[in-house]
């Protein structure tokens, strides 16, 4: 078994912004369709199966300097925390934690207008990205950018706290079976589909809750907004515990593919930068 490198912080930076512009722009439709099941508005008042790539100029600002930011972060974390191997596990999740909070300062703003254009909360006026961008600055200012952030940090640590340490461990254990390091593109392609599936599946109430944040268009100035545990309650109590997991299916099966892309295409990428 031969042993693996970890890549430079500009490896990982270059890799992370390739990993996430693929994922995003590839299973951006299936987004789409789970955002607007989400939405309190109904799936077909809020756009239904038409459109399913308005908002997808935002992710193509925000993609590749997101992922980047994580990558960057996620390695040079896992390099610097003093746990030892039997503490893996803890390291992977202190790791991930803090490089999603990274990735969220540049994630969050996008995915407010994503999610808004998605499900056409500014109609007509919102046209483009750029144009609901505008929107967003003159009602709310630079604060309504950074909408949904709370919850947002709340759904991405539980999310990457499952996900990234049962990828390490699965990794691990693929490499232990077929006694070989590094594992392919493909082969961590499969680890990261699995981790991915898992972990969407069980986070999706706070996806949700998410998503109902960021598409609420209150001026926070004007009218105080509901917390999230009163919109929780609320969410619970009209629509039903059905309705905390709404868009469970196409959530899933995209983080699941998602995660093939993302997770197959780093490893890709950065062992091509490393040059293994």
């Not at 144009?131 to 919850?151: C, D, E, Q, W």
């Not at 105080?224 to 899933?252: C, D, M």
Request: charged share 15%; glycine share 10%.
């Amino acid at each position: 078994m031969t042993l693996e490198t970890s890549p430079t912080f500009l490896q990982s930076l270059l890799a992370g912004g390739i990993a996430g512009t693929s994922v995003d722009l590839l299973f951006f439709p299936i987004d789409t369709i789970k955002t607007r099941l989400q939405s309190s508005q109904g799936f077909r008042a809020a756009g239904g199966f038409s459109g399913v790539y308005k908002g997808v100029g935002s992710v193509g600002v925000g993609s590749a300097p997101g992922a980047a930011a994580f990558f960057s972060t996620y390695e040079a974390m896992k390099n610097a925390l003093p746990l030892s191997e039997g503490l893996a596990p803890v390291k992977h999740m202190v790791a991930a934690s803090v490089a999603e909070v990274a990735a969220c300062l540049i994630r969050v703003p996008t995915e407010v207008i994503k999610t808004r254009m998605q499900t056409s909360t500014y109609g007509a006026q919102g046209a483009s990205s750029f144009s609901a961008a505008k929107l967003v600055l003159s009602n709310n200012g630079l604060r309504g950018f950074y909408r949904g952030f709370g919850i947002t940090v709340m759904r991405e640590i539980p999310f990457t706290s499952l996900q990234f340490p049962l990828y390490e461990f699965l990794k691990l254990q693929l490499s232990r079976k077929l006694n070989r390091k590094p594992l392919y593109a493909h082969e961590a392609a499969i680890c990261g589909s699995i981790a991915g599936g898992v972990a969407a599946a069980l986070t999706t109430p706070l996806d949700v809750l998410k998503t109902r944040v960021m598409l609420d268009t209150r001026d926070a100035t004007k009218s105080k907004l509901p917390s999230l545990l009163t919109r929780f309650r609320k969410i619970y109590v009209t629509e039903g515990p059905k309705a905390l997991f709404a868009g469970v299916v196409p959530r899933t099966l995209w983080i699941s593919a998602g995660g093939a892309v993302f997770l197959g295409v780093y490893e890709w990428a950065v062992h091509g930068l490393m040059g293994l």
